[in-house]
Nanobody, 124 residues
Framework: QVRLVESGGGLVEAGGSLSLSCAAS????????VGWFRQAPGKERDCVAS????????YYADSVKGRFTISRDNTKNTVYLQMNSLNPEDTAVYYC?????????????????WGQGTQVTVSP
């Protein structure tokens, strides 16, 4: 069982930055690929970034390419999402999720463990 806890969300003005963290407990994240998802009110939960278990491969949604960076520190059992040049369309609850094994995955059914989410609000 992997327990994931997100932190770092908050309110920021357009153009600003936030750094989200996803801390794992219960199991080492070394064996898990991790994804960051977001869900705005009335919309589906979509993957914005994912990273393979060794950090060698990453995926970014087109909407965040060049602005968001996913990274991981397996020694700290933590995955990060650095978000720059934020705009109001980035407002959502952000979730991290983990899936045991190799590969990059971008769909919600692919992930086995989920955090509780952290709210990110970007004001105009």
């Amino acid at each position: 069982q992997v327990r994931l806890v997100e932190s770092g969300g908050g309110l920021v003005e357009a153009g600003g930055s936030l750094s989200l963290s996803c801390a794992a407990s219960g199991r080492t994240l070394n064996d898990y690929g991790v994804g960051w998802f977001r869900q705005a009110p009335g919309k589906e939960r979509d993957c914005v970034a994912s990273i393979a278990l060794n950090g060698g491969s990453t995926y970014y949604a087109d909407s965040v390419k060049g602005r968001f960076t996913i990274s991981r520190d397996n020694t700290k059992n933590t995955v990060y999402l650095q978000m720059n040049s934020l705009n109001p369309e980035d407002t959502a609850v952000y979730y991290c999720a983990a899936r045991r094994g190799k590969g990059l995955f971008t769909t919600t059914p692919a992930y086995h463990y989920w955090g509780q989410g952290t709210q990110v609000t970007v004001s105009p």
